[in-house]
């Protein structure tokens, strides 16, 4: 028979003479995580770098695009051919300062917030030529 041990019998780790000298010395026992070698900059380098590679690959080029886009919707006035962010192509006939009114057909004027506008037409029509000049060989 397999020998068992029964509840009643069990005895129970006395944690009362437990010091702080031998806590600490179990805990040297045990080992810890080694020091990083090199010291504590040499470990920054790494991230330094990646945030280098970040802000110039991404934020700086998206901070510059979003100053021209601000520009272009300063500079708008009545008559300019404008694309909307969903896709609305019409001509600028009132400007307020947050609400753009646009002719979308003859006698048809729709009111948009000057956020929406996307680029001018000539813009998007370049754009949209671009791929086909390209791929059309």
Not at 45 to 64: A, D, E, H, N, S
Not at 96 to 119: C, D, H, P, Q, Y
């Amino acid at each position: 028979m397999r020998s068992m041990i029964h509840p009643a019998n069990h005895t129970r780790p006395n944690f009362d003479d437990l010091t702080e000298e031998k806590i600490t010395g179990i805990a040297y026992a045990q080992g810890g995580a080694a020091p990083a070698a090199g010291g504590g900059f040499a470990s920054l380098v790494p991230l330094i770098l990646i945030f280098g590679v970040f802000y110039f690959l991404l934020i700086r080029p998206q901070q510059k695009k979003a100053k021209e886009h601000q520009q272009f919707l300063s500079e708008m006035k009545k008559g300019d051919e404008v694309v909307t962010s969903g896709g609305i192509h019409g001509r600028i006939t009132g400007l307020t300062e947050a609400v753009v009114t646009l002719e979308i057909a003859e006698g048809v004027r729709i009111k948009i917030n000057r956020g929406s506008i996307l680029s001018s037409a000539a813009e998007a029509r370049k754009q949209a030529d671009a791929p086909a000049k390209s791929g059309g060989g």
